[in-house]
């Protein structure tokens, strides 16, 4: 543990900023050299800083500025029968759906994480090799897809 986090941590300061707490570079997560590597470079750059809650609103705010192809086309439909109205508020309230279940989404997995590493032990070993399986199997879908292409073209 680092010397400068405690067991009980207050992410608010009392100038209503946000406390990064230090990672623990020793720690069990960061074992191997790629997320070590991750982990100095944000200490590095975040070391005696202080986020505060409206660069996580602006920081969550220009996330969503991302175009969503969906919301374009409904936007867009809306325009083209003259309701730029009714498209903004489908936007709108599809966005809100859109939050809520990102936010529900990422509660269920940190909490599932958590029982899952008290209920079993490997589950560490498991989650920082999950990586490399999936890239087995993206390489093996590539290579079906690839095989399955070249018999349609030579079969033609």
């Given at each position: 543990m680092c010397p400068s986090s405690t067991s009980a941590i207050n992410p608010f300061t009392t100038q209503g900023a946000l406390a990064l707490p230090r990672i623990d570079l020793?720690?069990?997560?960061y074992q191997d050299a790629h997320a070590r590597a991750h982990a100095s470079d944000i200490q590095r750059r975040f070391a005696n800083r202080k986020v505060?809650?409206?660069?996580?609103?602006?920081?969550?705010?220009?996330g969503g500025l991302i175009p969503c192809p969906a919301a374009i086309t409904v936007l867009l439909l809306c325009i083209q029968m003259k309701a730029l109205s009714l498209g903004a508020l489908?936007?709108?309230?599809?966005?809100?759906?859109?939050a809520l279940t990102l936010v529900t989404v990422g509660v269920v997995a940190a909490m599932s994480m958590r029982q899952a590493t008290k209920r079993w032990s490997g589950f560490n070993t498991l989650a920082q090799r999950a990586p490399w399986f999936s890239s087995a199997l993206i390489a093996l879908?590539?290579?079906y897809m690839g095989i399955h292409g070249w018999m349609g073209?030579?079969?033609?």
């Amino acid at each position: 543990m680092c010397p400068s986090s405690t067991s009980a941590i207050n992410p608010f300061t009392t100038q209503g900023a946000l406390a990064l707490p230090r990672i623990d570079l020793r720690s069990e997560e960061y074992q191997d050299a790629h997320a070590r590597a991750h982990a100095s470079d944000i200490q590095r750059r975040f070391a005696n800083r202080k986020v505060t809650t409206g660069q996580i609103v602006l920081f969550g705010l220009t996330g969503g500025l991302i175009p969503c192809p969906a919301a374009i086309t409904v936007l867009l439909l809306c325009i083209q029968m003259k309701a730029l109205s009714l498209g903004a508020l489908l936007v709108f309230c599809f966005s809100i759906g859109l939050a809520l279940t990102l936010v529900t989404v990422g509660v269920v997995a940190a909490m599932s994480m958590r029982q899952a590493t008290k209920r079993w032990s490997g589950f560490n070993t498991l989650a920082q090799r999950a990586p490399w399986f999936s890239s087995a199997l993206i390489a093996l879908v590539g290579i079906y897809m690839g095989i399955h292409g070249w018999m349609g073209i030579a079969g033609s």
